[in-house]
């Protein structure tokens, strides 16, 4: 292999950090048992050194090292930062995988990777036969898919004898966690050792704010606040960079523009009480961010410049940026939760939880004493606040990962070795829907049509939906509609009011060119449009529509694509034909995904969704279809947004007569049923007899009707 040069690690750069002092041993600990877990404070250098070590220490010679995140935007920038300190070109010998972006080679050895990918490598190869060691990192994060992988490695694993016959080097699994919880994890994974990196931190002043109380849940004048509070710290505090929590990118964005907007008004001279402070350098920092724009976070600012980042909770514990003195924590953080209102998951902004302030909190005090401004008041915190963070696998919908599960061969998904368990209703709302797409049978089998759909990083509504299109021969129409769904959001809000018209003007011109009432359907005109355009990019902007979305869009298109030929080889690929029009053969595809997702119309402007929940829904104004609502009947959507309302977006008119045969399937099937078969293995016996009273019941249904 040839290796590209070496530089010099900067000693800067490595020798401070705590985790320096504990390489020798923490090698040691790695190599002498399977299992081992690791935690010190954020910052001491777990993320970044510890792979280093193992590589120094010739772990690669027999496999890669792999660590996983649970977040892409950190799989990336510290796969860039431990490339640049080995000295290496970033996808060579250090790379990262993330969904929809692989930069590795064959040759990588240590491979930065969001969990979702390493979850996808076990379903390829169960026993990870191409790592030495396999790192689950950010593991106090507990997102779904690092909980699934803990109790996945402790299955396979808690035999290393007969986990590892086969393997050149026995599999290590090292699990690192930034706080908390060791005992717990130790005991999960069979008493391993804990290995503790001391740290230090210093005190972090809190005070709490007034502007943000129990009442003000759900507003978003928290915004403004955070920014007041920043700037008041930029003019009244010494030196020192300054963090902001806020919760997404169109906050973040609309916090810096404001931000902008006030340090212009900034006299140096006279407004600031630090006179070594001449400046206020402002930086975004969220999850879709271009990447050379987050490298610029890391920088130390300008002599006499104060860095302000605005952030989202990625800068609590996977990002570490050095010199932050003071916090301005906005108190909320936007989280995917099941709304069992709606019966579907929904990004909301809530409450931290109370360890997450202290986490924030803590991010002031890494190499000097700092200072944190809640906005928020003591009641806030004691009321609305909950003391820890629920782990994901107990709030959000487990479909994806049930499927996962069961193409593992893991039938009993009841009784899966959970950390947390889920609550058993969210295993049988997955079983369910599962049922419902046909990607399992009655006897909680994985169908034909589950293990193709398995093998899309998709919501299994929308994997459904591709493989209806393709059965019928027309990928071309939803493999685009799929990666625009999978994006981010592609339309530009502009700040500023007579820009916000001239780009609604242009977005509902778009819309009416692909037919005026499918908010689907003007998801594939741009992508077209936009596609076959001589110069894509001044294209984009003419149209309000962020380029670099779309530039995603067509490269997941193209991957997306790849997974359906490479399904298409297999003689069982399903075949059907279609005769009718193509604008009803795209709405019949999309309804076999969505049939979950359908509403009727109702009272007034509101929907009722037929899913039994029998919620009433809104169309949102950003759809072609509002205001034109009272010529629809039925209407299908992609998610759903909870404000006051609750409300539908990207929505599509369809027929009854196309979900009629569909929408039974929401109804018909018994839960408990689905979680019986799911304990234990019903015989043929019983099955036959079971589907013959099941058809001799719709036999006397029909003829009922009939009568
Ligand atoms: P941990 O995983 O223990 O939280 P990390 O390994 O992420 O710690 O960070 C160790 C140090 O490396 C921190 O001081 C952090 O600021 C620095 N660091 C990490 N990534 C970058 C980067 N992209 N640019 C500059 N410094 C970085
Ligand atoms: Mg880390």
Not at 161 to 177: F, H, I, Q, T, Y
Not at 286 to 304: A, E, V
Request: net charge neutral.
């Amino acid at each position: 292999m040839s290796k590209s040069r070496r530089s010099e690690p900067k000693e800067s750069d490595l020798e401070p950090l705590p985790i320096y002092h504990h390489k020798s041993k923490l090698v040691r600990a790695v190599k002498d048992s399977t299992f081992l877990v690791v935690t010190g404070e954020t910052g001491c250098g777990k993320t970044t050194q510890l792979p280093q070590y193992l590589h120094e220490a010739g772990f690669c010679k027999k496999g890669k090292i792999g660590i996983t995140q649970p977040r892409r935007v950190a799989a990336i920038t510290v796969a860039q930062r431990v490339a640049q300190e080995m000295g290496y070109a970033l996808g060579r010998e250090v790379g990262y995988q993330v969904r929809f972006d692989d930069c590795t080679t064959e040759d990588t050895e240590v491979k930065y990777m969001t969990d979702g990918c390493l979850l996808r490598e076990v379903l390829a190869d169960p026993g990870l036969s191409q790592y030495s060691v396999v790192i689950l990192d950010e593991v106090h994060e507990r997102s779904l898919n690092t909980d699934i992988l803990l109790g996945l490695l402790k299955k396979v694993f808690s035999n290393p004898d007969k986990a590892n016959k086969g393997r050149r080097l026995p599999l290590k699994v090292v699990v690192m966690s930034a706080t908390m919880e060791t005992e717990k994890l130790s005991a999960f994974l069979g008493n391993c050792p804990v290995f503790v990196i001391p740290g230090r931190i210093f005190p972090v002043k809190c005070s709490f704010g007034s502007a943000v109380g129990p009442k003000e849940t759900e507003s978003t004048g928290y915004v403004k606040e955070v920014v007041k509070v920043a700037l008041d710290v930029h003019t009244s505090e010494m030196a020192g960079d300054i963090l902001v929590f806020l919760t997404g990118q169109n906050e973040i964005e609309r916090a810096c523009d404001m931000l902008y907007e006030k340090a212009e008004t900034i006299d140096y001279r006279y407004d600031v009480h630090d006179r070594t402070v001449e400046g206020l350098l402002i930086l975004p920092l969220y999850g879709s961010m271009p990447t050379d724009q987050q490298r610029q976070i890391f920088q130390p600012p300008p002599r006499g410049i104060r860095k302000c980042v605005v952030a989202t909770n990625i800068a609590a514990t996977s990002l570490t940026i050095n010199g932050i003195k003071y916090i301005v924590d906005s108190g909320f953080v936007k989280q995917l939760n099941h709304n069992s209102r709606v019966g579907l998951d929904i990004l909301e902004v809530v409450p931290i939880s109370k360890s997450e302030a202290e986490q924030r909190a803590g991010r002031a005090g890494r190499t000097s004493a700092g200072k944190c401004f809640r906005i928020y008041n003591k009641e806030f915190w004691e009321k609305c606040m909950p003391e820890y963070t629920i782990p994901e696998i107990q709030r959000t919908s487990l479909t994806a990962v049930v499927l996962t599960l069961k193409c593992l061969g893991v039938h009993d998904v009841i009784r899966f070795p959970y950390l947390d368990s889920p609550e058993e209703r969210f295993i049988l709302e997955a079983l369910k829907q599962l049922y419902q797409f046909d990607a399992i049978d009655r006897r909680g089998r994985v169908t034909k049509l589950g293990e193709l759909m398995v093998e899309f990083p998709l919501h299994p509504g929308l994997t459904r939906a591709v493989l209806k299109a393709s059965s019928y021969g027309c990928p071309d129409v939803m493999l685009p509609v799929a990666a625009m769904l999978s994006v981010e959001n592609i339309f530009i809000r502009p700040g500023h009011p007579e820009n916000q018209k001239e780009a609604d003007q242009r977005h509902r011109a778009l819309g009416s060119k692909s037919g005026g009432m499918n908010d689907f359907a003007t998801l594939l005109s741009i992508f077209q449009l936009c596609k076959s355009s001589e110069k894509p990019s001044a294209w984009c902007k003419e149209n309000w529509i962020h380029w670099r979305a779309l530039k995603s869009a067509f490269s997941v298109e193209t991957q997306l694509r790849e997974i359906l030929l490479r399904l298409q080889q297999r003689s069982d690929f399903p075949v059907e034909s279609f005769d009718g029009n193509k604008n009803e053969l795209f709405r019949r595809c999309l309804c076999a995904g969505y049939f979950t997702n359908v509403a009727r119309r109702s009272i007034g402007k509101a929907f009722c969704t037929m899913d039994g929940h029998g919620s009433m829904v809104h169309i949102h104004p950003s759809s072609a279809l509002f205001e034109n609502e009272k010529d629809l009947d039925w209407v299908m959507f992609h998610d759903v947004l909870v404000t006051s309302k609750v409300y539908i977006r990207t929505v599509c008119p369809i027929r009854y007569e196309w979900v009629k045969d569909l929408l039974p399937k929401l109804h018909e099937v018994d839960v408990y049923e689905l979680s019986n078969v799911a304990r234990e293995e019903v015989t043929d016996e019983e099955m036959a007899k079971w589907e013959n009273k099941e058809a001799a019941k719709r036999q006397q249904e029909a003829s009922a009707e009939e009568a």
